[in-house]
C-alpha cells in the first residue's frame, strides 16, 4: 500500500489471491465520462473477505491511472469459479471489459437480486444497504473529480464505502432467495450483463438522432454517413460526440444536403471554425451518403397502434399481480415497449417475438397466462379478496 492509501502490484496480487481461495470477490469502479466519448476509469474498489483483518473484509483501492499493475485482478474477473459481486454493475463491467480486456463473468448484481427479493429493481446502493443491513453509507464524495490526482482522504473513505457492506448484502440477499426459491432466477438475470459494453457501432449510430425516422430514404442514408463519421471522429478525439456536430445540425444537413462550404453556412448550429476545420468532411460524408443507396422507411415492427391499448393494460394488469404474488419488482417482468410488441404480435398473429419477458423465468411465470389472454382464452376478473384471476371466458 502506497502513502496514500492506494493499492501497489503487491497488494493486487495478494488480494487477487485471496478472492481466489475465498471464491468471489465484491467490486466497483469510479469513472469520469464528462468531456469524453468513452468513460475513463479512474479507480476501482476491490472487497475480499479476509478473517486476518478486524472486520472480516479486506478492501484495496486501485489507481488505475497509476502504476499498479491490475492484471491478475483482470484474471480472476473471467474466471468462472470466482463469484463477482457488483451493485448496479452494468456500467461497471462494460468498463473493466475495455480498461483491463477482460471478460465479467459469475455476476452477482445485488441491484438485480433486490428486485427478486421484493425491492425495487432500481434499488441505489446506500438504501439497500439501510434497509437490509441496517448501516448507513456516506454520501459526502458521490459527485466528485475522480480524475484528479491526488484523491482526497474524502474520496478514499467514500470510495471504500462502496465496498464495504457488498458482500455482508450478498450473502443475505442470497439467504432470502433461496428461502423464496428464486435464486437461480436472479442469477439467470445476472448473465445478462456479461455481455455489457460500452462500444457504439457507427453504422447504426444514425438510428439514434432525433427524428431519423421523419427522414426520407436518401436523407437516411446521408444521416448514416454523417453519423458514423461523427462517431469515429468523437472516438479518435476523445471527445463527446455533441461537441463534433450536434444532432439538430447532423439532421438538417442529412436533410438538405448541401454540396459545398456556402451550403454548410446555411445550416444553424454549426459554427463558422467548425466549418473551417471540418467542412471538407461534412461534404465527403455527404456526398457517400449520397452515393449509397438509400435506406427505405421500413413499417415499424411491433409498433403498436391506438386499439391496443385497451389490451396493453391488461396485459400489464397481470403481470403486476402475478410480479406482486411472487415478490418480484414488476420492472424484471416487463418494459411498455416489450408489451406494446408482444401485443401487436398477437394482433397481427405473428409469431412471438424474441424478447426476454417470454424467455427463461418470466415464461415460467408469466408467459402462458400472458399467451392465453391475449389468444382471448382466459379473462380477467376481480376476485373475492379483491385481486385480480383469471378466468375461462363465458
Same mark, same amino acid.
Given at each position: 500500500m502506497d502513502a496514500r492509501g492506494?493499492?501497489?502490484?503487491?497488494?493486487?496480487? !495478494?488480494?487477487? &489471491?485471496?478472492?481466489?481461495?475465498r471464491g468471489?470477490?465484491?467490486?466497483?469502479?469510479?469513472?469520469? &465520462? #464528462? =468531456?469524453?466519448?468513452?468513460? /475513463? /476509469?479512474c479507480l476501482v474498489q476491490v472487497a475480499v473477505e479476509d478473517p486476518e483483518v478486524p472486520d472480516g473484509t479486506r478492501i484495496v483501492l486501485i489507481d488505475s491511472l497509476g502504476d499498479a499493475d491490475a492484471s491478475p @485482478?483482470?484474471?480472476?474477473?473471467?474466471d468462472p469459479a470466482v463469484e463477482v459481486v457488483l451493485h448496479a454493475g452494468r456500467q461497471d463491467v462494460a468498463i473493466l471489459h475495455r480498461a483491463w480486456r477482460t471478460l465479467v463473468t459469475s455476476i452477482f448484481d445485488t441491484q438485480i437480486a433486490a428486485g427478486f427479493a421484493g425491492a425495487s429493481a432500481q434499488a441505489g446502493y446506500g438504501n439497500l444497504i439501510? !434497509?437490509?443491513?441496517g448501516h448507513q453509507v456516506g454520501k459526502s464524495a458521490s459527485y466528485t473529480r475522480w480524475d484528479a490526482r491526488p484523491l482526497s482522504a474524502e474520496q478514499l473513505r467514500y470510495a471504500a464505502e462502496d465496498v464495504v457492506h457488498l458482500l455482508a448484502l450478498a450473502d443475505e440477499l442470497q439467504r432470502r432467495l433461496r428461502e423464496s426459491s428464486r435464486l437461480d432466477?436472479? +442469477?439467470?438475470?445476472? @448473465?445478462?450483463? !456479461? =455481455?455489457?459494453?460500452?462500444?457504439r457501432d457507427p #453504422?447504426?449510430?444514425?438510428?439514434?438522432?432525433?427524428?431519423?425516422?421523419?427522414?426520407?430514404?436518401?436523407?437516411?442514408?446521408?444521416?448514416?454517413?454523417?453519423?458514423?463519421?461523427?462517431?469515429?471522429?468523437?472516438? +479518435?478525439?476523445?471527445?463527446?460526440?455533441?461537441?463534433? @456536430?450536434?444532432?439538430?445540425?447532423?439532421?438538417?444537413?442529412?436533410? +438538405? !444536403?448541401?454540396s459545398d462550404q456556402r451550403g454548410l453556412e446555411q445550416i444553424r448550429g454549426i459554427h463558422p471554425s467548425g466549418i473551417r476545420r471540418r467542412g471538407d468532411a461534412l461534404l465527403a460524408a455527404i456526398g457517400k451518403g449520397l452515393q449509397a443507396p438509400p435506406i427505405p422507411r421500413e413499417q415499424a415492427r411491433g409498433r403498436s397502434e391506438l386499439g391496443d391499448a385497451p389490451l396493453i393494460a391488461l396485459a400489464e394488469a397481470l403481470l403486476r399481480a402475478r410480479s406482486q404474488e411472487a415478490g418480484l419488482a414488476y420492472e424484471l417482468l416487463a418494459s411498455r415497449g416489450e408489451l406494446e410488441r408482444i401485443v401487436a404480435a398477437a394482433r397481427r398473429g405473428e409469431p412471438e417475438p424474441e424478447l426476454r419477458t417470454l424467455t427463461g423465468w418470466r415464461r415460467e411465470l408469466v408467459g402462458a397466462d400472458?399467451?392465453? @389472454?391475449?389468444? =382471448?382464452?382466459?379473462?380477467i376478473a376481480v376476485g373475492p379478496d379483491r385481486r385480480l384471476v383469471l378466468g375461462s371466458p363465458g
Open positions: 492506494l493499492a501497489d502490484s503487491d497488494d493486487v496480487v !495478494q488480494v487477487a &489471491s485471496l478472492a481466489a481461495a468471489r470477490l465484491g467490486i466497483d469502479t469510479e469513472f469520469m &465520462s #464528462e =468531456g469524453r466519448y468513452r468513460a /475513463l /476509469l @485482478l483482470a484474471r480472476l474477473l473471467a439501510a !434497509q437490509v443491513l432466477w436472479a +442469477r439467470e438475470e445476472c @448473465l445478462r450483463l !456479461q =455481455g455489457a459494453t460500452d462500444e #453504422e447504426t449510430a444514425w438510428e439514434r438522432l432525433p427524428r431519423a425516422s421523419s427522414l426520407d430514404p436518401r436523407a437516411r442514408a446521408v444521416a448514416r454517413e454523417l453519423a458514423a463519421w461523427r462517431e469515429r471522429t468523437a472516438s +479518435r478525439e476523445d471527445r463527446p460526440v455533441g461537441s463534433v @456536430l450536434a444532432d439538430p445540425a447532423l439532421v438538417e444537413l442529412a436533410k +438538405r !444536403q448541401p400472458l399467451r392465453d @389472454l391475449l389468444a =382471448g382464452r382466459s379473462t
